[in-house]
């Protein structure tokens, strides 16, 4: 894994019109109906402290019969969404599929889940799908703290030409019990930001937590450690949401959230 191979990356501030440093991407785990992504979506704008509103539409569930998500209908709804609230929209893409759909309904930006990036072939896949396509693309880590799988699959989409590329730190599975449901490993995001000081990374609070209470102290270890930005589940209706009902916050706890981080404003 040599140092600085992605040289060219387009700055985040450049992705889309508006969006700053921290970046902060919130909304639901998952879309689940067109009120309910509707109504999330405008107290999370009311805000004024959110840059791109995010919801899962197609869902990579462990076990088979859970809510896999709405598919691509939720992609009309994602539309309504940045229409009515002028807020740029993303959402999770796993396969050629995904994104050729997510392309097709005008979705601001992407990520790729951390199940997907565990997977070379899948990876090489849409890689070669965003062959030609200017949408920005964030990488989720995967599952496992291993390194070079997730450099390598940041690298696969560099090589596809995506410049505006960038990184997200949802912490790493473990056996056993613990406080929380990933294990952060800073050092992981840490070691991959040595590697590409320009390839921003963004905290993922709330898979790293999978409850509501430790989501503030968790984001505010990203700012610390100078992570590009947060990427945070919210929910108009927490305790009945289809997928991590735990873990997300409304808007309202959101807007708290993000008003009580201190952030380093030496990086703008
Ligand atoms: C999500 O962002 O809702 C999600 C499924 O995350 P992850 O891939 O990190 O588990
Ligand atoms: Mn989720």
């Given at each position: 894994m040599a140092a600085n191979e992605l040289k060219d990356l387009i700055p985040m501030?450049?992705?889309?019109?508006?969006?700053?440093?921290?970046l902060i991407i919130a909304g639901?785990?998952?879309?689940?109906s067109p009120e309910q992504l509707m109504q999330t979506a405008k107290e999370i704008k009311?805000?004024?402290?959110?840059d791109i509103f995010r919801a899962g539409i197609w869902k990579p569930r462990t076990f088979p019969n859970n809510f896999e998500g709405v598919g691509s209908i939720g992609l009309e709804w994602l539309r309504e969404v940045k229409k009515e609230t002028g807020m740029p929209v993303a959402t999770e893409v796993g396969s050629v599929k995904h994104v050729f759909e997510a392309i097709k309904y005008g979705v601001d930006l992407i990520w790729i889940g951390a199940r997907t990036t565990a997977n070379p072939f899948a990876m090489q896949e849409i890689a070669e799908a965003l062959q030609g396509v200017d949408i920005p693309v964030l990488v989720k880590n995967p599952l496992s703290p291993d390194l070079e799988l997730w450099d390598g699959g940041i690298n696969r989409i560099y090589a596809a030409?995506?410049?505006?590329l960038g990184a997200i730190h949802r912490g790493f599975s473990t056996w056993g019990k613990s406080?929380?449901?990933?294990?952060?490993?800073w050092q992981v995001p840490i070691e991959l930001k040595r590697i590409h000081p320009n390839l921003p990374i963004i905290g993922d609070p709330s898979h790293i937590c999978g409850n509501r209470t430790m989501i503030a102290d968790i984001a505010q270890r990203a700012m610390d450690f100078n992570l590009d930005g947060l990427m945070i589940e919210s929910h108009c209706n927490p305790d009945e949401a289809w997928s991590d009902a735990k873990q997300q916050v409304t808007p309202t706890r959101l807007g708290e959230i993000l008003s009580g981080l201190k952030i380093k404003t030496e990086h703008t």
């Open positions: 501030s450049e992705w889309l019109p508006g969006i700053k440093r921290p639901p785990c998952s879309a689940e009311v805000l004024g402290q959110v030409g995506i410049r505006k406080d929380l449901r990933n294990t952060p490993h």
